[in-house]
Structure formats: C-alpha cells, structure tokens
T-cell receptor, first 115, second 112 residues
Framework: GEKVEQHESTLSVREGDSAVINCTYT??????FPWYKQEAGKGLHFVID?????DRKQSQRLIVLLDKKAKRFSLHITATQPEDSAIYFC??????????????FGQGTSLSVVP | DTTVKQNPRYKLARVGKPVNLICSQT?????MYWYQKKPNQAPKLLLFYYDKILNREADTFEKFQSSRPNNSFCSLYIGSAGLEYSAMYLC???????????FGPGTRLTVL
C-alpha cells in the first residue's frame, strides 16, 4: 500500500524567512495530496491541497509543489509568522482495504518560527 | 458550522474494560473516519463509514467496532482495552470519500 515519508521531523526558521517541508510517496496512482496543520491541543486543520493534474498551487503565503516523476511534494510557507508554528502533516490518497480511496499521512513536521 | 465534536476529550480506561468514544458533525457529511495517532507517528486510519456502510482496515478489523446510528453521529468501540490502545483518537468527516476531511480535536485515551 501507499507509504508517505515526511523528511523533516523538526524545523526551525526565523520569522520572515521561508519554511519548506518535504514529503515523498510510493504509489504512482495517488492523485490527491493535502496538507494539515495541528496546533497545540487541537485537531488537524486543512491548510492546502494539490491534485495530480497540476504541479503548483498557491494560497496566500502557502505554496505546494508536486513532482510526480520523483513522487515528491513539498509545502513552502513564505514570510513565516509566529502563528505558523505547529505540526504539519502531509498526506497522499491511497486505496483502502475496501478499495475506497483513503488518506495516508506522513509522521508530521514540528515547525517553530522564532522571532 | 464546520466543527467536528468529540467526547470525551480525555478517557482513562482499565485493561480489559470496554471503551466507547463519540464523534458528531452537523455538516451533513456522508463519510466519517476514525484515526489512531500515537506520539511521533502518522495518524493511522482505523475505519470509516460511507453513509451506512462500514469499512474497516484489514489490520485493525477485529480490534475496533463502530456504529453510525444517524448521519451526524459515529462511535468507536473497543471491547477489551489493552495497553497498546493508549493513543489519541481522531474523528474526521468529509462531504464525499475523496474530499477534504474536517477533524475533531481528538480523544486522548490512556489505558492502565
């Protein structure tokens, strides 16, 4: 089945700099790649996604890049702010036991934005 | 209201005892999911309901049960808790099977 690796377990950046979180996946059939943010004491919150028919998507300060050939996708947070500090999870759609699609998550990256 | 609610937020259980966790959403989503998350690990899908159809992952098939009495509610049931069940349990819902998932705050289960 699908496996998603999130390469950075922790990341620290200075406020105003960019942060990049990288993920790789194994299933070439995966076509949907969302990113979730988890703040302390809260559940996962959707931030941005990309589908396999495009290789770049931007929403305000968030940019997602998808390289289907390398089976790699990344989240770029530009002009980071202290409130960006959280755990970020990448995910890829895979096939569940029942043949329905399901999300397979990476292990998470703890991002700290320091003043 | 895009809120998914989970009760309780914290649950303490004894080994061998049953555990029942509750999730609710008022977005009229047809799919509801349960994930298990342990520290420094990825959230792991346990099962999901698409409408009234329950789909359980092969490796957790016998460990977890679930019910969905109506569109808004979904429960996760552990018949006999073991120490390995200690984890955060996350409920999520989506409008359809492949769409954006909305997560609840989670229930932290500790089995002693």
């Amino acid at each position: 089945g699908e496996k998603v690796e999130q390469h950075e377990s922790t990341l620290s950046v200075r406020e105003g700099d960019s942060a990049v979180i990288n993920c790789t996946y194994t299933d070439t059939a995966s076509s949907y790649f969302p990113w979730y943010k988890q703040e302390a004491g809260k559940g996962l919150h959707f931030v941005i996604d990309i589908r396999s028919n495009v290789d770049r998507k931007q929403s305000q300060r968030l940019i997602v890049l998808l390289d289907k050939k390398a089976k790699r996708f990344s989240l770029h947070i530009t002009a980071t702010q202290p409130e960006d500090s959280a755990i970020y999870f990448c995910a890829a759609s895979g096939i569940a036991s029942s043949s329905f699609s399901k999300l397979v998550f990476g292990q998470g990256t703890s991002l700290s934005v320091v003043p | 209201d895009t809120t998914v609610k989970q009760n309780p937020r914290y649950k303490l259980a004894r080994v061998g005892k049953p555990v029942n966790l509750i999730c609710s959403q008022t977005m009229n989503h047809d799919t509801m999911y349960w994930y298990q998350k342990k520290p420094n690990q990825a959230p792991k899908l346990l099962l999901f309901y698409y409408d009234k159809i329950l789909n359980r992952e092969a490796d957790t098939f016998e460990k977890f049960q679930s019910s969905r009495p109506n569109n808004s509610f979904c429960s996760l049931y552990i018949g006999s808790a073991g120490l390995e069940y200690s984890a955060m349990y996350l409920c999520a819902s989506s409008r359809d099977r492949g769409g954006e998932q909305y997560f609840g705050p989670g229930t932290r289960l500790t089995v002693l």
